[in-house]
């Protein structure tokens, strides 16, 4: 089967002939109709070799649906030919976090080598893929295989970080949401879905703010020195009480800190390597609560396809065969792709 593997540190990924594995006790094999490419791929094949965690070659590719082929042994609860969404962050399935279905929050997983699908496991980015337990798979139940690929991280995950901040999200308040691709575009649609808050998308790129507005940010602006002081403006000079960044760096972190309302509260999603001071006098206004959000959990994963298939949240998408997927991946480098990438390794 084709498979794209990042195969040596610091060389881009390429599409390779692998054989096409087969499920063990308790395992799942898929056949993938759809992955979704990630920031997160890149931060991963961005990694100097001394610090590089995963072995290699790695298959690429942590969204991913699919039509489940073949069952391990022992293996109930899902039948060949059921079309399923794979949960992403994979845990021990016995502490209490997993009971829960937070595997996201499994603190066993690292000790115990457990690792997330195109995160150090073999991912979608192939013709099939494994899935280590039934528990990692949610129905479509009818939902696009292209649409749901992206909701797998880029809809759980904001999703996971709007939910912590509901209490806030109350009529007459403000969110912003700093980059509107992948992950943001997603954030918008699903706080429009769920609260009654006014939208404010913050971007460096004018097709990505006309994305915002077309997917329903009540304002946007553009991202740069002033774009705080505006959103003062917005907000009396009172500012945002939720600021949600999906970019993660030191620039956008400034403008999260400088435009949080007190008691607010500054989420960062992105993976840009930016820090955000916290504590009195490190810049944030009195009561402001900061986080840094893993994915999300089972359960939120299930709310999010429903969303989709309800027709509130819809992922903007691009398509590409699996032979295009390097070159895919280097136009998400460049920032050229507006909305998600999406793989179809069958066509």
């Known amino acids: 089967m084709k498979a794209v593997q990042y195969r040596k540190v610091g060389r881009p990924p390429e599409v390779v002939e692998v054989p096409v594995p087969e499920p063990g006790p308790g395992q799942v094999l898929l056949k993938v109709t759809a992955a979704g490419l990630c920031h997160s791929d890149l931060a991963v094949m961005g990694w100097p070799e001394e610090q590089f965690p995963y072995p290699l070659p790695l298959t690429l590719g942590h969204e991913g649906v ?33 009971a829960e279905g937070n595997e996201n929050c499994c603190p066993h997983a690292v000790p115990l080598g457990i ?3 195109g995160l150090g496991s073999p991912g979608a980015l192939a013709e099939y893929m494994l899935v280590d337990s039934p528990r990692h798979l949610v129905p479509l139940n009818g939902l696009d295989p292209v649409q749901a690929a992206p909701l797998t991280d880029a809809g759980l995950t904001p999703y996971h970080a709007i939910r912590r901040s509901l209490p806030k999200l109350v009529p007459g308040s403000t969110v912003v949401v700093i980059g509107v691709g992948g992950l943001g575009h997603l954030a918008v649609q699903l ?17 990505k703010l006309e994305l915002a ?21 917005l907000t009396g000079g009172l500012g945002a009480e939720v600021v949600l960044d999906f970019v993660g760096v030191e620039a956008t972190l400034a403008v999260a800190a400088a435009s949080v ?37 089972r359960v939120e994963l299930m709310d999010v396809l429903e969303l989709a298939r309800r027709g509130l949240v819809a992922s903007h998408v691009e398509t590409f065969s699996i032979e295009e997927a390097p070159a895919a991946y280097e136009r998400l480098h460049a920032g050229d792709v507006n909305g998600r990438a999406v793989v179809l390794p069958h066509g």
């Open 66 to 98: 699919g039509t489940v082929a073949a069952l391990g042994s022992g293996v109930t609860g899902v039948a060949e030919g059921d079309e399923v969404a794979v949960y992403g962050p994979w845990g021990c399935g016995r502490c209490r976090a997993c």
């Open 191 to 207: 706080l429009r879905a769920l609260t009654p808050v006014r939208v404010v998308a913050l971007d460096v790129n004018k097709e």
């Open 115 to 117: 690792m997330p699908p």
């Open 213 to 233: 507005r077309s997917v329903g940010a009540h304002e946007t602006l553009l991202s740069d020195a002033e774009a705080s002081a505006r959103l003062r403006e």
């Open 261 to 297: 309302a007190t008691g607010g509260d500054v989420t960062v999603v992105g993976i840009g390597g930016g820090t955000l001071a916290v504590g009195l006098g490190g810049g944030l206004p009195f009561e402001v609560s900061a986080c840094a959000p893993y994915w999300g959990s």
